[in-house]
């Protein structure tokens, strides 16, 4: 681990110099917040209906995430987790001045209950797109498959840290990220992690089609599920959500409400008034990561969920939130 640190340092130094140096990367005119826009951002097109990535049969799940802005690391708790881990998938999304590619991009990842370590866990990109209003060019949403041995010990329910390694974060001392005047790329945003084990139900895991699409709301699209039986949860994980600027909290950038099938979930006129993008998973700060659960047996026993991100009434003024999507899983 210290050679890995020492090489960190290395990168770090090297890639400072280089961004600070290059005049490729313009300085926003940033009239609003971090993270916020004047006008609406359309994503790229979805798919007509977002079909899973993997299905499993006979499990049950559970998923956990946290922020990495301006972090050198940053630990994930998995709880809910039963019987045998299938499978554990980890997620994370980064703004960089350029593409990145996937055999760049990677994370150390360590168990902290066995202390086992995975030195270099590769990502594959699941999308990209433009950044969500923040100094850069890309974000990317990266994926990484984690080995059964190294999850398995008490069903995948763990802490995990993560690390990222290369391209590094320019800033790792913990920074507010609107007190940054202005923020250099490479730019972490959080990291999850999703763990399958066995059950009595039917996990589907979404994410091609549907990952690395930056937005402000509304955002419709729809999930087809393997099989058309009684749903019973949906776990949303994004990037970028914020409380407002910093600690100031603003409705008109936090307020987004979710409806599936029409149903409120969550936000304004739901029974969970908070909004699934808020960048909860870095309460206080740094926010800028969602990782999200609900029960959604409400919508009824259907093979189709229709999600839409929408607007609180309340959205009056104030900048609109860009967020990025990552991935949904949904138990039915």
Not at 75 to 81: D, E, L, M
Not at 113 to 137: D, E, I, K, R, Y
Not at 140 to 152: D, G, N, Q, R, W
Request: proline residues 8%; negative net charge.
């Amino acid at each position: 681990m210290k050679s890995i640190g020492f090489g960190r340092i290395c990168v770090l130094a090297l890639l400072v110099a280089f961004v600070l140096g290059s005049a490729t990367i313009p300085a926003l005119a940033q009239n609003l917040p971090y993270g916020t826009s004047s006008t609406r951002i359309v994503p790229d097109p979805l798919a007509a209906s977002i079909t899973p990535s993997a299905t499993f049969s006979g499990a049950y799940y559970a998923t956990g995430g946290v922020a990495l802005r301006n972090r050198l690391t940053g630990n994930i708790s998995v709880t809910g987790a039963t019987g045998t881990v299938k499978a554990a998938y980890l997620y994370w999304a980064v703004i960089t001045s350029g593409k990145t590619p996937p055999s760049t991009s990677s994370m150390i990842v360590l168990n902290l209950n066995t202390l086992a370590v995975l030195p270099l866990v590769l990502g594959t990109p699941v999308g990209s797109s433009s950044p969500p209003c923040w100094p850069g060019n890309f974000i990317t949403v990266f994926k990484a498959a984690l080995p059964l041995s190294f999850v398995s010990p008490n069903s995948g329910n763990n802490s995990y840290q993560v690390t990222p390694l290369f391209p590094a974060p320019s800033l790792t001392g913990g920074q507010d990220p609107w007190a940054v005047a202005l923020p250099v790329p490479p730019l972490y945003e959080g990291a999850s992690i999703v763990v399958i084990g066995t059950g009595t139900g039917k996990v589907d895991l979404f994410d091609a089609g549907y990952g690395g699409n930056t937005f402000t709301a509304p955002l419709s699209y729809s999930l087809t599920l393997s099989s058309s039986s009684q749903v019973l949860r949906w776990d949303n994980i994004g990037a970028d959500g914020q409380l407002g600027t910093s600690v100031t909290a603003d409705v008109s950038t936090s307020g987004e409400t979710t409806t599936i099938n029409g149903v409120p979930i969550a936000g304004d006129s739901a029974n969970d008034p908070n909004s699934d993008w808020d960048g909860s998973s870095g309460w206080p700060l740094p926010q800028l990561w969602d990782d999200t659960g609900h029960d959604i047996t409400a919508v009824g026993k259907t093979g189709t969920l229709n999600v839409a991100f929408g607007l609180n009434p309340l959205y009056t003024s104030g900048g609109l939130d860009c967020l990025t999507t990552v991935a949904n899983v949904v138990l039915h």
